[in-house]
């Protein structure tokens, strides 16, 4: 599962009278304009889960960054921009490391700048986000960034909705 379907089935399960498919509602409902303010909820709803699944199974991550930035046929990808899709002539190549390194820079400045109790937890873990942490460093992180119990519960249950079969343990 890439990010995007993550994300987009999970906006459709908010609708539960709605008994079709993900991409058929984008399809039926893709052009309905948005509230700001439910833009805003769903994007800490899911920066939370983010950062619940993160801390607690990094690989996962990284195996739905891959599939969200697999290499696209070439043909397709020319088609696709032929048709006026704004990707770009040719596809971008990002490493997951460039990637992380970019984001965990991103994160600690913004923790400086805004969120000095969760810099000061980082910086103890060497001045960069931590690729793996225990649990008492999570749930610090978590209360800090204001999602403890529900990020720990919903980690659990992003874990389950996509099927990732490791163990749940150090939840």
């Not at 043909?75 to 990637?99: F, H, M, N, V």
């Not at 225990?134 to 978590?142: A, C, G, K, M, Y």
Request: hydrophobic share 40%; glycine share 6%.
């Amino acid at each position: 599962m890439t990010f995007f379907e993550y994300v987009q089935a999970e906006y459709v399960d908010g609708f539960p009278a709605y008994k079709g498919d993900t991409p058929r509602f984008f399809w039926e409902h893709g052009m309905d304009k948005i509230q700001p303010e439910a833009v805003a909820q769903a994007a800490l709803h899911f920066a939370s889960q983010g950062i619940a699944l993160g801390a607690a199974y990094p690989e996962l991550i990284r195996a739905m960054f891959e599939r969200t930035h697999a290499e696209r046929p070439k043909e397709e990808w020319e088609q696709a921009y032929a048709a006026g899709l704004d990707i770009g002539p040719e596809q971008p190549r990002t490493s997951y490391k460039e990637a992380e390194e970019v984001e965990d820079k991103e994160f600690m400045d913004y923790c400086r700048e805004f969120r000095p109790e969760i810099y000061s937890i980082l910086m103890r873990s060497g001045g960069t986000v931590p690729n793996h942490m225990n649990l008492q460093e999570f749930v610090s992180i978590s209360k800090a960034a204001e999602c403890a119990s529900p990020g720990i519960a919903t980690a659990a249950e992003i874990m389950r909705r996509i099927g990732f079969t490791a163990s749940c343990e150090r939840l």
